[in-house]
């Protein structure tokens, strides 16, 4: 390297965003994810004896250090270390770095760690390409990714890494890092004047949610945008890190893990009748940007399979609801979004609908056996010959008896093929559910005479 290329990299270094600049560099300094380097735990065993071997796959939220133990990684150890971002590099960039780590390895005898960042943005192809040469030890792959590897990583790969979890960052672990970021006097504030009041640092922290970036980001912000006082000295205060920082950075994607966990969590919310936890998750979704048309499609369904019998105007409900938020769109909509989610929400419940998949499932297993007699197209106006070898046949019951014709508008008659009991609807009785059967019961009752 020369004088030029280490000024210029001396000048990247200062420029770079403050979350950059404090990206920590060995493991002692890294803060969180205690569970994966924690003193004795295995991952961080092998990095401090370089003995990293087998690849690895990092999965957590954005802003809990994944890039950032990869780049530890690669200072601590004497392998080469190369970097691909999944979003900017192609197939040619991987016969690249393969062509030079056998050349590396032919050469020198050195080994090749390969991080990819982003790895799920990599399409199956490209997670192909790269198989090989991980299966026979050219590259030793590091991938980090937001999204559930087991759903975005092609198996074959996957059976060959060692997948470790990144959680959020502790409230107490991003107070940390910013109160580095105040201090330290090459990569932070340490060599200004910056005080910073103990309720603004806390609510930094509060609203990051876990993420290191965006508490950074936040106080970067904070402190270049805040003019000096004539002493000299930049004094962040609540009013200033609520500007800096005004709603909570929402770790969301609707075609990722967020948006399924996120629904999964309001129906079963709104299933066990919690109307705080989902109003919660809704409003979670929505300010997220959540389509509020896929939240009405899953109460809908909710309506039905959830709520059922229990209470029929609950599908009533939310089809208003529905159609109101159609002709009121956004923000005034989210009235009807709230409306309809508590209906359904501290209404009773109910899955008898349900049923029907049970009878689906005897007709998909046994096939569906033939219509009763009596209830075939006008069975009951059989006459002649014909009707007289019903009746000597099955006896009375060959024709169709009018259930109106009943005092209590019932009768007892089969409907059901012959050999297929059924039994699949059964009410639990609760809510209007309950009505329903005592009406039936009682039909039975008056039918029979009793």
């Known amino acids: 390297m020369d004088l030029f290329e280490h000024s210029r990299r001396e000048q990247t270094q200062q420029q770079a965003p403050l979350a950059a600049r404090m990206r920590p560099e060995t493991l002692d300094a890294f803060v969180g994810q205690q569970h994966i380097v924690g003193e004795g735990r295995l991952l961080r065993r092998a990095i401090e004896a370089d003995r990293i071997f087998s690849s690895l796959v990092f999965w957590g939220p954005p802003g809990t250090g994944k890039t950032t133990l990869a780049m530890i990684i690669s200072n601590s150890t004497r392998s080469h270390f190369e970097v691909l971002s999944a979003v900017m590099a192609g197939v040619q960039d991987i016969r690249r770095v393969v062509k030079e780590?056998?050349?590396?390895?032919?050469?020198?005898?050195?080994?090749?760690?390969?991080?990819?960042?982003?790895?799920?943005?990599?399409?199956?192809?490209?997670?192909?390409?790269?198989?090989?040469?991980?299966?026979?030890?050219?590259?030793?792959?590091?991938?980090?990714?937001?999204?559930n590897p087991y759903f975005e990583v092609v198996g074959p790969l996957l059976s060959r890494s060692r997948v470790f979890q990144f959680k959020p960052l502790t409230d107490e672990d991003i107070a940390a890092l910013l109160r580095r970021a105040l201090k330290d006097p090459q990569r932070g504030y340490g060599q200004r004047a910056v005080t910073m009041d103990e309720d603004a640092l806390h609510h930094l922290v509060r609203v990051a949610g876990g993420d290191a970036?965006?508490?950074?980001?936040?106080?970067?912000?904070?402190?270049e945008s805040t003019p000096p006082t004539a002493d000299g000295t930049t004094h962040v205060t609540l009013e200033v890190a609520g500007e800096a920082i005004q709603q909570r950075a929402l770790h969301y994607d609707r075609a990722g893990d967020e948006h399924y966990d996120t629904i999964s969590a309001f129906i079963k919310s709104v299933r066990g009748s919690d109307p705080d936890a989902a109003l919660y998750w809704l409003a979670k979704m929505v300010a997220a940007g959540e389509d509020p048309r896929f939240i009405f499609r899953r109460l809908y369904i909710l309506a039905a399979e959830d709520i059922g019998l229990a209470d029929p105007q609950g599908v009533v409900v939310v089809n208003a609801c529905a159609q109101a938020f159609e002709w009121v769109g956004l923000p005034e909509g989210q009235?009807?979004?709230?409306?309809?989610?508590?209906?359904?929400?501290?209404?009773?419940?109910?899955?008898?609908?349900?049923?029907?998949?049970?009878?689906?499932?005897?007709?998909?297993?046994?096939?569906?056996?033939?219509?009763?007699?009596?209830?075939?197209?006008?069975?009951?106006?059989?006459?002649?010959?014909?009707?007289?070898?019903?009746?000597?046949?099955?006896?009375?019951?060959?024709?169709?008896?009018?259930?109106?014709?009943?005092?209590?508008?019932?009768?007892?008659?089969?409907?059901?093929?012959?050999?297929?009991?059924?039994?699949?609807f059964r009410p639990k009785g609760h809510g209007y559910e309950q009505t329903i059967v005592e009406r039936m019961n009682r039909m039975k009752k008056e039918s029979s005479g009793g």
């Open 101 to 147: 780590a056998k050349d590396r390895r032919g050469m020198y005898g050195k080994r090749t760690i390969l991080l990819v960042d982003e790895i799920h943005r990599f399409n199956r192809a490209q997670q192909d390409a790269l198989l090989p040469h991980v299966e026979d030890g050219t590259v030793i792959l590091i991938g980090s990714t937001t999204e």
């Open 213 to 223: 970036r965006t508490a950074l980001n936040a106080l970067e912000l904070a402190v």
């Open 335 to 424: 009235y009807h979004l709230s409306l309809a989610t508590l209906y359904l929400a501290t209404a009773p419940k109910s899955n008898s609908a349900g049923a029907y998949w049970q009878a689906l499932a005897h007709v998909e297993q046994h096939g569906a056996g033939p219509v009763p007699l009596p209830l075939r197209d006008k069975s009951d106006t059989f006459h002649g010959p014909l009707r007289e070898h019903y009746k000597q046949t099955l006896g009375e019951h060959a024709g169709y008896r009018y259930p109106h014709d009943a005092p209590a508008g019932w009768v007892e008659q089969q409907y059901l093929p012959d050999g297929v009991a059924g039994g699949w």
